[in-house]
Structures are given as structure tokens and as C-alpha cells.
């Protein structure tokens, strides 16, 4: 190698100066541009959260680097991975949704109600389910722009009152606090072959794992690449300027809780198809580590910064946790400290970014 | 330019009046914006500028009198409708969204896209061009349009608002106060924005308080007070030092000492209006 370097190189400066000004594009170093990477952080995390649970693996055959063990965290981490990418999206947008976890227990009751009590195909439940999580995503977003209160608080108050229907309405129909769902029913089988099954057989992968890769993909392309992933980044930036340029702020951030909503849906329908059935508290509590995913993925919860490839990467760090922790025979409370510590530098970081990036020199 | 030269202004204001509720905002202000002019504004706080900013970029419908672009009256429905008609405004602290790069600042609201249906993307090769040759154009050089706004500074960001709407086609441009909030150097770099939009042929509104900033670009002087036209002047029909003292309010000190000394019969009441007088200079 130091042979080869002795070879004079022509170097780069006149060239760049010489192919005139759009070759000072290429001027800005490699370095530099991927620390402008909202997910660089998530990745470098990731990284090191797989290395100190592949070094810290108790299992005989070290079960967290094999591919049974990538079954489980990508298991593990795939729904976390659906709902942070839509969480992060909507943190972009400038907003919270505190009601995403429980919509995924209410998605998946009402449709185990509409298979068991109505009869209904699954098929049409699941788009009646669809449908009705759209409603309340519109209902969150409308009050949200129309009252101008902070998200957190209708979505807390949304979030509540799903959470006492939740188990009210289970308890009512069925003197338990769950709804199974028998594999006779009408379109189950195909139903659960999209939502609720597992691919390459001998390692099983859950089918949401395909879900969630999918949807980081097109949220990625949306937010990065279209006219409304530009709205998103204005609307979470400075929703004042947006409107003065004519983007329009509201429309944007009623959708961008009708597809967190949906996602939720989405989650409910997998858990309830999969599993033949839900539990009335399903969901509850899961919005917080939606929130982490998103945070650790790089997202500002001011808004305005983040993306879509780093809330999965934040999801994915949850996976490692959930399923190393275990594989380590740590006592699983570990995972929520080691979350926080998770949380706390992740945070750090992000407010070192924004000060960067956002700093006004007047 | 050829509309200045045949005489009919880009935008001009005939005797408009706003009113809100009991409150008059505006009564009888008129005013003429022509191509290749700088048209300033000035006025404290509470004298109007803001009402006329507002009805000028269709925001509010004026009560009384008219509005005419190109000569033919017309009644903006809103924001959109005056932008369509060439008028655009760049404000303060609206201007931009500090944690976007400058290639989507500068086409927010309104972004190339290539591709139909489904696979419609932005053009993201086209905007970034654009926005660095029409950034060169305001003598800037963008070295990387990846760059948060933020890190530019107040006067570059001015600029980039600036830009973006004479790239969208204004014809004449609302500057408010576009200097209030900037250091001197940086105001220095905002000024010479004004005079190269006024160099590119657009009929420039500048709205501003501070007539040190106002005088060196301005050929014509709108001073407001209390919602009332206090003047209209053209550059070589008044001064700096004419123009700050109005400001100050001295004119209307000035005329309230003169109307003292005719009611003052008494050696007192004249001691006064002379003390005033000496104050309105």
C-alpha cells in the first residue's frame, strides 16, 4: 500500500475548480453529509446494542447471532418497527399520538367482535377495522388543528377513553377480558396467511417482518422524495411559514394521524389474526416505546427532523433488547433501564444535531 | 420597466379605507408602485403598515376605494389570488423553515415533480439547480443545497425568500421589515437585495420604521400615522434628516405649535408653542 502511495496522484482542487460551480457540490466531504443523517446515530447505536448482546449471550450456540435468534429479534421488533415508522412520521409532522398503542388493542377487539358476535368474513372485518381506526386518526387530527391544543393532550384523552371501552365493551360481550377467534371462521385462513404467518420454513420469520421493511421503505420514499414527505418536514418545522407558502398545514397533519391510526389498525389486526384472538389490554403502555423508537431513530419530538430508516433502526434496538436481555438470563426488568439509558443518549445527541442545524446567526 | 415608462404603475392605491369594526386601520391612503422602483413605507408602530401589507397581499379586502394592478381595479378573494397576480410578500419570520435544507425551502408549497399517479417524485435534481442558479443570481454561491436554512445567516435567508419569489413570478415584492431584527452589517446585505430586485426590473415595497434604511434605496416615500397617509414623496422632494424628523412625529408637533401660537393670546400660551416648535426640529 505505501508503494502505491508513492505514485503521484493528480489532485483533486483544479478539477473541481476547472467543471465550474456544480462540482463544489462533490465538495462537501462524504463525512459531512452522513452526519447530516438523521438515522446515523440509530445505525452506530444498533451496532453497538448487537455487539454487547452478542458478547453477552448466555445461550449455548450463541442463539442471539444465529438466524433462530434474528428470527426473534426481527419478531420482536417488527410491530414496534410498523408503529414507529408511522410515530415518526407524524413527530416530523410536528405531533404526538399517546393513542397509538391502545388503538392497536381496540383495532384488534373490534375485530374479534365483528368475526365472533356479527359473523362477519374476515375479510370485511378487516376492512371495517380499517375504516374505523381511519375515523378516530381523522377524529385525533381534526381536534388537534381545529382546538389548537397540544396533541399530547387529546391523544392522551383519546387514548384514555379507548383504553376504558377497551375492556368495558369486552367484558360486556363476552364476561371475559378476551376475544378469541375461532380458524373456521370465514376468510380466516387467507386473512392469516397476509397478516398472521411466517415465511422460510425451517427459521419461520413472522410475516410482519416483510410488513415492516415495506413500510420503512415507502414511508422513507414519501417523506424524502414526494410534494407531502416535503409538507411534513414544514408543517413539524414551522407550521406558520408553511401556511405562508400555501402548504396546507392542517390537511397534512389529519392525514398523518389517520396513518398512525391505520398503522395501529394494522398492528391489531397481526396480533389478533396470529394469535386467534386478543387480550382486552392489549396495547396498552406500547405508545412510549413507539416514541423511543422514533427519538433513537434520530426524530425531534419539536418536529421538523427525522426519519423514517431511523425509527425502524430505533425499533430494531428494542428487538436486540427484548430478546438479548433474555438470551443474557438477565432479569427481563433490565430492559426497560436499559431503554431509558437508550433514550436518555439518544436525546442527547438529537440536541446536539438541532443546535447545529437550527442555530439562527443573525 | 415598460410599464414605468408608459406611465401606468404595477400596483397602485386609490384612496382605500379599512375598517375594523369601529376601529379605522386605514383612511384614504394612496399610493403607486412602479417597475424598477423601490417604493418604502414608513410609519411607527400602530400606523397602518401592517393593514396595508395585509390588503395589499389579499389577506383583507379593503372597504373603501381601489386597487388596480396594471391599471384594472381588482378585489384579491385571498392570499393565492394576489400571489397569481404577481404580488408577493416575504415576511420577517415566516420566510422560511429553519430545519429544511434551502432546495426545499426554496420550493415549498410549490414542487417540481416528475413522473405520473403513484411514482410521482419531487425533482430533486431540477429544484437544486434552480434554487443555486437563482441563489447566484442574488450573488450568492450555494456550496451545498443540503444545508439547513438555520446555518445561513439573517440577511441569506432574507435572500432566499427573496428568490423564491421573484423565481415564482412576482412583479412586485412586499419587503416587511425586513431589517428590524438584523444587525447592521446584516441589514447592509438585506439593502442590497432590495436594489438588486429594483436592478431586475420588479416594483419593490419596503416596509420599514427606520428611514436610515429606508433613504438609500428608496425612490418614493409613503409615511404613515394613525392609519392616515402623512406624506408621498419622491426622492429628490425630501431628505434623511426630512424623513426622521416625520418620523419622530415632528411634523404634527410642528402644526399643533402653529395652531397654539394662533389661539395664544397671552405671553404664556406663545412661551409654550415656542417650546414645541423647538422640539418638532
Known amino acids: 500500500m505505501s508503494v502505491a502511495s508513492t505514485q503521484p496522484r493528480p489532485s483533486p482542487a483544479p478539477q473541481q475548480a476547472g467543471a465550474g460551480r456544480d462540482e463544489r457540490l462533490a465538495g462537501v466531504s462524504v463525512l459531512v453529509r452522513l452526519l447530516q443523517r438523521p438515522e446515523l446515530g440509530a445505525l452506530i447505536g444498533a451496532l453497538a446494542v448487537y455487539l454487547l448482546f452478542a458478547s453477552v449471550d448466555a445461550t449455548p450456540g450463541h442463539l442471539f447471532t444465529s438466524i433462530a435468534g434474528m428470527q426473534n429479534w426481527t419478531d420482536a421488533a417488527s410491530t414496534y418497527g410498523i408503529m414507529a415508522v408511522a410515530v415518526a412520521l407524524l413527530m416530523i409532522g410536528g405531533e404526538f399520538d399517546l393513542s397509538a398503542g391502545v388503538m392497536t388493542g381496540t383495532s384488534g377487539l373490534l375485530l374479534g367482535m365483528l368475526i365472533t358476535r356479527q359473523q362477519v368474513n374476515v375479510w370485511v372485518a378487516i376492512v371495517a377495522v380499517l375504516i374505523f381506526a381511519g375515523i378516530i386518526g381523522a377524529a385525533n387530527g381534526m381536534l388537534v388543528v381545529r382546538t389548537k391544543l397540544p396533541s399530547f393532550i387529546i391523544t392522551l384523552a383519546t387514548f384514555f377513553v379507548l383504553r376504558g371501552v377497551d375492556v368495558g365493551v369486552t367484558r360486556l360481550l363476552t364476561n371475559t377480558v378476551r376475544f378469541d377467534i375461532s380458524d373456521q371462521a370465514p376468510g380466516f385462513v387467507s386473512a392469516q396467511s397476509i397478516f398472521g404467518s411466517t415465511f422460510l420454513a425451517p427459521y419461520n420469520f413472522q410475516d410482519a417482518v416483510l410488513w415492516w421493511i415495506a413500510i420503512t421503505v415507502i414511508a422513507t420514499v414519501v417523506l424524502t422524495q414526494t410534494t407531502f414527505g416535503n409538507w411534513i418536514f414544514a408543517v413539524g418545522g414551522d407550521a406558520n411559514a408553511a401556511r405562508a407558502v400555501g402548504v396546507p398545514v392542517s390537511r397534512t ?6 396513518y398512525t391510526a391505520i398503522s395501529a389498525a394494522v398492528v391489531g389486526i397481526m396480533v389478533a389474526l396470529r394469535f386467534k384472538g386478543i387480550q382486552s389490554g392489549q396495547g396498552v403502555g406500547l405508545e412510549f416505546f413507539y416514541i423511543i423508537a422514533a427519538v433513537v431513530g434520530g426524530c425531534l419530538l419539536t ?3 427525522g426519519s423514517a430508516i431511523g425509527a425502524s433502526l430505533g425499533a430494531l434496538i428494542i428487538g436486540f433488547a427484548q430478546i438479548g436481555i433474555i438470551f443474557a438470563n438477565w432479569d427481563s426488568n433490565w430492559y426497560y433501564t ?3 439509558v437508550i433514550l436518555f443518549v439518544a436525546v442527547g445527541v438529537n440536541t446536539l444535531v438541532r443546535r447545529r442545524a437550527a442555530s439562527a446567526r443573525r | 420597466m415598460s410599464q414605468s415608462k408608459n406611465g401606468v404603475p404595477l400596483l397602485e392605491v386609490r384612496n382605500v379605507s379599512k375598517y375594523f369594526g369601529s376601529v379605522i386601520a386605514l383612511r384614504d391612503i394612496s399610493m403607486q408602485v412602479h417597475a424598477g422602483e423601490v417604493t418604502c413605507v414608513l410609519g411607527d408602530n400602530g400606523a397602518g403598515k401592517s393593514t396595508l401589507i395585509k390588503i395589499l397581499s389579499g389577506v383583507h379586502p379593503h372597504d373603501e376605494g381601489e386597487l388596480l394592478v396594471d391599471g384594472k381595479s381588482v378585489r384579491f378573494g385571498g392570499p393565492r389570488e394576489a400571489r397569481a397576480a404577481g404580488i408577493s410578500v416575504v415576511f420577517q419570520d415566516l420566510a422560511t423553515v429553519p430545519l ?4 426545499r425551502n426554496f420550493f415549498l408549497g410549490s414542487e417540481p415533480t ?6 410521482r417524485r419531487l425533482d430533486t435534481g431540477f429544484a437544486k439547480r434552480v434554487m443555486r442558479e437563482e441563489m447566484g443570481k442574488m ?3 450555494v456550496r451545498d443545497p443540503n444545508q439547513a436554512v438555520g446555518t445561513l445567516s439573517g440577511g441569506e435567508r432574507q435572500a432566499v425568500a427573496i428568490a423564491r419569489a421573484v423565481y415564482f413570478g412576482a ?8 431589517t428590524s431584527a438584523l444587525g447592521v452589517r446584516q441589514s447592509g ?7 438588486q430586485a429594483r436592478e431586475r426590473g420588479l416594483g419593490v415595497i419596503f416596509i420599514t420604521h427606520n428611514p436610515h434604511h429606508a433613504y438609500p434605496v428608496g425612490d418614493r416615500f409613503v409615511l404613515l400615522n394613525r392609519g392616515k397617509l402623512m406624506g408621498a414623496y419622491a426622492k429628490h422632494e425630501t431628505s434623511l434628516e426630512e424623513l426622521t424628523r416625520m418620523m419622530a412625529g415632528g411634523e404634527e408637533l410642528e402644526r399643533l405649535s402653529r395652531e397654539l401660537e394662533k389661539l395664544a393670546a397671552d405671553p404664556e400660551m406663545k412661551q409654550v408653542a415656542r417650546e414645541l416648535r423647538e422640539e418638532a426640529r
Request: no cysteine.
Open chain 1, 253 to 258: 397533519k389529519v392525514i398523518l394521524f389517520m
Open chain 1, 303 to 305: 418536529g421538523g427532523y
Open chain 1, 338 to 340: 436499559f431503554l431509558g
Open chain 2, 100 to 103: 429544511m435544507s434551502i432546495w
Open chain 2, 114 to 119: 416528475v413522473g405520473f399517479g403513484p411514482a
Open chain 2, 139 to 141: 450573488g450568492i454561491d
Open chain 2, 171 to 178: 412583479k412586485v415584492l412586499i419587503l416587511d421589515e425586513p
Open chain 2, 189 to 195: 446585505i438585506v439593502l442590497k437585495y432590495v436594489v
